[in-house]
């Protein structure tokens, strides 16, 4: 197993100075001639697009670019990313190339629990949960929408499980604390609760393509939006939304 290991996560530095960090690291590794020789090894003997990139490679970037647009027409950034995970299992360097890919996602979903953290850096929280996820991915079953499945579990990783191992050790306060705070709704609450609803949903089978509506929903704040962003009517979005609401419900129902 070559040793490309994962950013260190040890000093609590701000969220600027770790994004230099990761770009430094980056723009060495991308064209690091041992690196690159280890990703040639992986192209597998056939005449795959992606096979054919990875056997005269010469800069890691196209790789990531890959993962985004896939290797070639009928090849899918799914079916990529799908490759490189199944190689991070043996290869550290390949996780570190999802990790790149991953990157704008993690940090823009790692920004709202700013607050909730009482810090102001979660980007290496996040970073190094992204790193659990890649391993502990089931490509067997999970092979559609690889990239925001696997933001979300790294989300879940890093903030969302941490706050439930919380909630068992939460202090009693009087009413009066409540009241006090009543009007304070900086917390991402609302989110929190979104998120685990759609992570239920996920688990109890229901179809990806109306996660996937809701997370961009929640993303644009705007059925308008969306539909601009889709290529469709809003109508055709709403319609979408409420099949994609009934069907959550049912699973959560029968969950």
Do not use: K
């Not at 992606?50 to 647009?69: C, E, G, K, N, Q």
């Not at 919380?166 to 917390?187: Q, V």
């Amino acid at each position: 197993m070559h040793d490309i290991s994962p950013p260190s996560t040890a000093s609590a530095a701000p969220a600027a100075t770790f994004g230099r960090r990761l770009d430094a690291e980056w723009a060495r590794l991308r064209i690091s001639r041992r690196a690159l020789q280890v990703v040639r090894t992986w192209a597998g003997p056939g005449t795959q697009p992606f096979d054919r990139m990875l056997r005269s490679v010469t800069d890691l970037d196209d790789i990531v670019s890959a993962t985004r647009a896939g290797g070639a027409p009928g090849e899918g950034e799914d079916a990529v990313l799908i490759r490189l995970v199944d190689l991070a299992r043996h290869h550290e360097l390949a996780g570190r190339i999802v990790v790149q890919r991953l990157l704008p996602g993690l940090i823009a979903g790692s920004v709202r629990y700013r607050d909730f953290e009482g810090r102001t850096d979660t980007s290496e929280i996040v970073v190094a949960a992204a790193w659990m996820a890649v391993r502990r991915y089931d490509t067997a079953t999970r092979r559609r929408h690889v990239a925001a499945t696997l933001v979300s579990d790294a989300i879940f990783q890093a903030f969302r499980r941490p706050l439930r191992r919380r909630s068992a050790t939460e202090i009693p306060r009087s009413p009066h604390h409540f009241l006090r705070d009543a009007d304070d709704t900086r917390g991402p609450h609302a989110f929190l609760e979104l998120a685990d609803v759609v992570r239920t949903a996920r688990l109890a089978g229901v179809d990806d393509d109306h996660l996937e509506l809701i997370r961009h929903l929640v993303r644009t704040g705007s059925p308008g939006v969306t539909a601009a962003e889709c290529a469709v009517t809003p109508r055709t979005i709403r319609n979408r939304r409420d099949r994609a609401v009934d069907s959550i419900r049912e699973a959560l129902a029968a969950a």
